[in-house]
Nanobody, 116 residues
Framework: QVQLVESGGGLIQPGGSMRLSCEAS???????MGWYRQAPGTQRELVAM???????KSAEFVKGRFSISRDDAKMTVSLDLDRLKPEDAADYYC???????????WGQGTQVTVSS
């Protein structure tokens, strides 16, 4: 059983920075890690992901403001958010894709509010 526990999030002023972290537990061998977000009334969308080989992919709206990294020894993935905008406000979800089983695992979500 794979579980994901997220940390970070909260209220931040526009232009501020924040780090989201996610720790996975369970048995995983070959897996991608990533972050999605969902604002009220919208569909969940990819923010950024990093493959087991270290290749990253980011949404266009990231535009160099966000950075994703992973630590395989700790089974963690982090998302550094910089120059936050009000439109970045959403629930952010950690995702792990197990390449062997084809299963996606999700965290419980952490809320990011960008407001002055």
């Amino acid at each position: 059983q794979v579980q994901l526990v997220e940390s970070g999030g909260g209220l931040i002023q526009p232009g501020g920075s924040m780090r989201l972290s996610c720790e996975a537990s369970g048995i995983l061998y070959d897996y991608d890690m990533g972050w999605y977000r969902q604002a009220p009334g919208t569909q969940r969308e990819l923010v950024a992901m990093i493959t087991s080989g270290g290749t990253t992919k980011s949404a266009e709206f990231v535009k160099g403001r966000f950075s994703i990294s992973r630590d395989d020894a700790k089974m963690t993935v982090s998302l550094d958010l910089d120059r936050l905008k009000p439109e970045d406000a959403a629930d952010y979800y950690c995702n792990v894709y197990d390449r062997l089983s084809g299963v996606h695992y999700w965290g419980q979500g952490t809320q990011v509010t960008v407001s002055s």
